[in-house]
């Protein structure tokens, strides 16, 4: 059974850089087909997905969030990355990392990360 976890400083500066890592375990994030995606969800926006990475190590970004993210993995520690660069308070929410298998998603607890000075 998978299980996905995330991590990650819960407050962070605006215009400051914001990592959050997935960790995961009962599964490969090498497999075959399968896709590690972050979402985030706020009350005023609702959930949005942000991006994905491929099994292949390939990824795919929302256009509206495309210039400030970028995504990686460590295939060593079966983890993967969501980098958000200068962030603003728009950006506060709780982010969710979760496992798509095409026809069903996978999902962690979340974390709350709130962007204030």
């Known amino acids: 059974q998978v299980q996905l976890q995330e991590s990650g400083p819960g407050l962070v500066k605006p215009s400051e850089t914001r990592s959050v890592t997935c960790t995961v375990s009962?599964?490969?994030?090498?497999?075959?087909?399968?896709?590690w995606a972050w979402f985030r969800h706020s009350p005023g926006k609702g959930l949005e997905g942000i991006g994905y990475i491929r099994y292949s190590g390939s990824t795919s970004y929302s256009p509206s969030l495309k210039s400030r993210t970028a995504l990686s993995r460590d295939t060593s520690k079966n983890q993967f990355t969501l980098h958000l660069y200068t962030v603003s308070p728009e950006d506060t929410a709780v982010y969710y990392c979760?496992?798509?298998?095409?026809?069903?998603?996978?999902w962690g607890r979340g974390t709350q990360v709130t962007v204030s000075s």
């Open positions: 979760a496992r798509s298998t095409g026809l069903t998603l996978n």
């Open positions: 009962g599964y490969s994030i090498t497999t075959n087909f399968l896709s």
